[in-house]
């Protein structure tokens, strides 16, 4: 009963001031597990005027996809991907899952300005308005020097790739995938050098990204390249966005 979700869990219906109310966010989360803890960080960030992406790892029990779906069904602006991973720990499919939520939040009719991405153990320890402001105010004095493309930056720190690191890209890694247990394995295969030659940049796989970049990402070939290419490395949501920030920064 929605009505009875709404009210139980005390979920907020309305924008809480005219700057949020005209500064939409857009959230990817991936889950599998804990369906309590879910809730309480989806009541925690939830805005009607926000878009949340719900990516369920498709080993899930089917009662948890249920259940998931049950509350998601309440909301006009929460959503289950359209394409589900089997998402195994330090693999290609971790950074898949959040490209299919990308793909379909670029045509959802809210207009949102950043996307950010949490797994279901993440919690906020900001309010939505602290967050739309952190977000204006780490950029606006670059904002009004410098006339980016992109209207606004990133978050997604990062440095060079490391050399303790550099096994992550030298060597292919492959995924195997069970319910009971998953994991990441190298090969003796060695990889070819990054596509266009490009430097890898290595940081956390969590981000705020500005839409714009978000479409740059889905359909610049040399992203594409570098996503096929990163297929078979070793935890690559680490170094695919922060290098793509550098690339067209």
């Known amino acids: 009963n929605c009505s009875m979700v709404l009210k139980t869990l005390h979920f907020i219906t309305r924008p809480l001031s005219h700057e949020e109310g005209n500064f939409s966010l857009a959230y990817i989360i991936t889950i599998h597990k804990e369906l309590e803890m879910f809730v309480k960080l989806l009541r925690a960030?939830?805005?009607?005027?926000?878009?949340?992406?719900?990516?369920?790892?498709?080993?899930?029990?089917?009662?948890?996809?249920?259940?998931?779906?049950?509350?998601?069904?309440?909301?006009?602006?929460?959503?289950?991907?359209?394409?589900?991973?089997?998402?195994?720990?330090?693999?290609?499919?971790?950074?898949?899952?959040?490209?299919?939520?990308?793909?379909?939040?670029?045509?959802?009719?809210?207009?949102?300005?950043?996307?950010?991405?949490?797994?279901?153990?993440?919690?906020?320890?900001?309010?939505n308005k602290d967050?739309?402001?952190?977000?204006?105010?780490?950029?606006?004095?670059?904002?009004?020097?410098?006339?980016?493309?992109?209207?606004?930056?990133?978050?997604?720190?990062?440095?060079?790739?490391?050399?303790?690191?550099?096994?992550?890209?030298?060597?292919?890694?492959?995924?195997?995938?069970?319910s009971g247990m998953s994991y990441v394995y190298p090969t003796k295969n060695i990889k070819a050098k990054p596509p266009y030659n490009l430097t890898l940049y290595f940081g956390s796989a969590y981000y705020i990204l500005t839409k714009e970049f978000v479409e740059f990402t889905l359909t610049d070939a040399r992203a594409k390249d570098l996503l096929e290419w990163s297929r078979d490395t070793y935890s690559p949501d680490e170094h695919y966005w922060v290098t793509l920030n550098r690339l067209h920064g």
């Open 45 to 127: 960030i939830y805005m009607p005027q926000n878009i949340y992406c719900v990516h369920i790892d498709e080993k899930s029990p089917k009662d948890y996809k249920a259940a998931v779906q049950n509350i998601v069904d309440c909301f006009e602006n929460i959503f289950i991907s359209s394409k589900r991973e089997n998402v195994v720990y330090a693999g290609f499919s971790r950074l898949q899952a959040d490209i299919n939520c990308m793909r379909d939040l670029v045509h959802s009719k809210i207009q949102w300005n950043y996307v950010i991405n949490l797994c279901g153990q993440d919690y906020p320890i900001k309010t």
């Open 131 to 178: 967050i739309i402001q952190y977000i204006k105010s780490k950029w606006n004095d670059i904002i009004q020097y410098i006339k980016s493309k992109w209207n606004g930056k990133n978050m997604t720190p990062g440095v060079v790739q490391p050399l303790h690191m550099k096994h992550r890209t030298q060597v292919s890694y492959r995924e195997y995938v069970h």
